[in-house]
Structures are given as C-alpha cells and as structure tokens.
C-alpha cells in the first residue's frame, strides 16, 4: 500500500527535510509545530498511519478536514520541508514503520535530513551540562561541508555520547550509534539507515525534562534555524497551544 498520499502539488527535492522523533518531552514535536507556524507551512501530504498509535483531531486555526497522526507541511517558497509526528510507532510495527519512512525519504529527491530528537536530562555528564543541545553524523553518509548541512560543521555543538548503557554488565549493545536515553526510535532510526545511504543527515539532540517544554522548544527551534540556515526573525506559536497544550486550567477556586 502507498505510504505517501500527497494533498497538494508539492515536491521535496533539494529541499532539506526536518524529521522530528517522539521522544522524551515530546521537544521533537514542539519544534516542528514551531517551524510550521514560524514558517507559515502548509499540510501538503499524509502519511498511511497504519504502524503508528490512531489519533485524529481537529486541525490548526479551524482549517477543513482532519489531522492524522503523519503529516507533511512545506511550501515551494521555502528550502525546508517538516514531517509531523503526533504519536508513536506501534511496539509491533516499529521497525515497518521506520523501513517505511526512509524509504520515503530516500526516493524523495531531499537534499539533506535532519532528525530531532530529546534526551533524557539526568543522564548527563557534567561536561555535557554545558550546553543543552548535541548532534549525532551517522557513519557513512555523505560529507557535510559541502552540503545544506554544512553549517553545523562552523557551530559550538558537541557531538553527542553516551554516559549510560542500554543494559547492564555487557558490551553487547556498543554500536556506531550511542544509546540515547530517552530517544524513542532515534537510536533505531539512525541505525537502520543503509551502506549506501547517499543523503546528508544529521541527528539534532536536546537534553530535557517532562514539563512545560516551551521554552526548550524555542531554544532548539533556533539551534535547527541556524543548522538550516533559514532567517526567523519571531517564533509565532501556533494557535492550538494556547488552548489544547496543557488542557484546561484549573479552577484556582479549588485551592482557596
């Protein structure tokens, strides 16, 4: 069955593609929501939800139709495309969903990916603790000096390791990619990508905490600006936020 369903005459190629993972604080999802708004993208494409939790709701600013849980949102305009992921992968389809996504993302004709992703904050070094966000280059794809990636290569982003293992008294899981705490499919997703990948792609990480992540948005929502190269002069949260982020207030009379 096709995976990608096109809602509006748009191509990805030589665009770079933003890929957020569901991970801890959901941080991938609120950056991604950043760039669309900040952006004024449009829902150009769905996605076959078949491998992922069902979950439907209204779509943003009372626009027709739905939302499902795989949308693409780009505009001819603009050299980036975003993939908005609003729930996980299955636990049995994690990794159908993952060959299906590369797939999609190796024929697209993309210039460059880049993945996003959270961390876990308490599994940090103190030397990480010096900067919120790091980076992973998977081994084997292309040179990014020469690329729409190039400027992370001139940026102060550490790249990222692993102070904690996936389990415990053995070695088995050391791998090209480090374990990512709090990652989601990051780690897996990286992994899985092939020896003849050809696209640049780099993993975007931020170190976070379950809470009001907004903040921690916008901050990484800068970093991926810069890494991208595209002007944002003010990040426009997108409507849904103020009513829909963290439900309904409390009545403050429950309290005295």
Same mark, same amino acid.
């Given at each position: 069955?096709?995976?990608y369903h096109?809602?509006?005459?748009f191509? $990805?190629?030589?665009?770079?593609?933003?890929?957020?993972?569901?991970?801890?604080?959901?941080?991938?999802?609120?950056?991604? =929501?950043?760039?669309?708004?900040?952006?004024?993208l449009?829902?150009? +494409?769905?996605? =076959?939800?078949? *491998?992922?939790?069902?979950?439907?709701?209204?779509?943003?600013?009372?626009? %027709? +139709?739905? &939302?499902?849980?795989?949308?693409?949102?780009g505009?001819d305009d603009?050299?980036?495309?975003?993939?908005?992921?609003r729930? %996980?992968?299955?636990?049995s389809s /994690? !990794?159908?969903?993952? =060959?299906?996504?590369?797939e999609?993302?190796?024929?697209?004709?993309a210039?460059?990916v880049?993945?996003?992703?959270?961390v876990?904050?308490?599994?940090?070094?103190?030397? !990480?603790?010096? &900067? @919120?966000?790091?980076?992973?280059?998977? %081994?084997?794809?292309p040179?990014l000096? *020469?690329?729409?990636?190039?400027?992370?290569t001139?940026? @102060?982003?550490?790249?990222?390791?692993? %102070?904690v293992?996936?389990?415990l008294?053995?070695?088995?899981?050391? &791998?090209? $990619?480090?374990?990512?705490p +709090?990652?989601g499919?990051?780690?897996?997703? #990286? *992994?899985?990508?092939s020896?003849?990948?050809?696209?640049?792609?780099?993993?975007?990480?931020?170190?976070?905490m379950?809470?009001d992540?907004r903040a921690?948005?916008?901050?990484?929502? &800068?970093?991926v600006?810069?890494?991208?190269?595209?002007?944002?002069?003010?990040? /426009?949260? @997108?409507?849904?936020?103020?009513?829909?982020?963290?439900?309904? @207030?409390?009545d403050?009379? #429950?309290?005295?």
């Open positions: 069955m096709t995976f096109p809602t509006a005459h191509s $990805i190629k030589g665009k770079v593609l933003v890929v957020p993972v569901v991970s801890v604080a959901n941080i991938a999802q609120l950056v991604a =929501d950043l760039l669309i708004a900040s952006l004024s449009h829902r150009v +494409g769905i996605f =076959d939800p078949r *491998s992922l939790v069902p979950v439907v709701g209204a779509r943003e600013d009372d626009l %027709p +139709g739905v &939302t499902t849980p795989l949308e693409l949102f505009r603009v050299n980036v495309a975003v993939i908005q992921q729930s %996980p992968a299955l636990k /994690k !990794q159908d969903f993952i =060959d299906s996504l590369l999609f993302i190796r024929t697209s004709g210039s460059g880049l993945f996003i992703g959270g876990d904050m308490s599994n940090r070094t103190d030397l !990480q603790m010096l &900067t @919120p966000t790091c980076h992973i280059v998977p %081994p084997g794809i040179d000096t *020469s690329g729409p990636l190039a400027a992370l001139t940026l @102060p982003i550490p790249v990222y390791t692993s %102070p293992s996936q389990f008294y053995t070695d088995a899981e050391r &791998t090209a $990619i480090p374990f990512i +709090g990652g499919l990051s780690r897996r997703m #990286l *992994s899985s990508l020896d003849t990948w050809q696209i640049p792609t780099v993993c975007l990480l931020q170190y976070v379950e809470g992540n921690d948005a916008q901050l990484m929502a &800068t970093v600006s810069k890494v991208l190269q595209v002007e944002v002069s003010n990040w /426009k949260q @997108p409507s849904s936020w103020g009513h829909g982020l963290f439900g309904t @207030p409390h403050q009379t #429950l309290y005295g």
